[in-house]
Nanobody
């Protein structure tokens, strides 16, 4: 069974950068569509970005982070990452990685219910 563990969260100043990494174990990440979500206190979980399986031909990014956040995957290392630049205080949240096995090369999903496997979350705090 696939297990996911995030790392890389922390405290950063306004305008700074962080790179989150999600390490997969128990199975190859190759056949899984992947995604990042975040949840701020008192708010619902928000989809940030997703990428299709294998070579990641398809990616989607939420408007709220477009041009600042970049999703990537390294199937050889069995990891996925989220590069976050130009961070703002409103980016403060717990960030989660997620994965769902799919047979399609050109799809990924934007809903929490679409993903079966989740990491435990990592806190990102952006100070103003």
């Amino acid at each position: 069974q696939l297990q996911l563990v995030e790392s890389g969260g922390g405290l950063v100043q306004f305008g700074g950068s962080l790179r989150l990494t999600c390490a997969a174990s128990g199975s190859s990440l190759d056949p899984y569509a992947i995604a990042w979500f975040r949840q701020a206190p008192g708010k619902e979980r928000e989809w940030i970005s997703c990428m299709s399986r294998r070579s990641g031909m398809i990616t989607y990014v939420a408007d709220s982070v477009k041009g600042r956040f970049t999703i990537s995957r390294d199937n050889a290392k069995n990891t996925m990452s989220l590069q976050m630049n130009s961070l703002k205080p409103e980016d403060t949240a717990v960030y989660f990685c997620a994965a769902e096995e799919t047979e399609f090369d050109i799809v990924c999903y934007g809903g929490s219910d679409d993903y079966r496997y989740w990491g435990q979350g990592t806190q990102v705090t952006v100070s103003s």
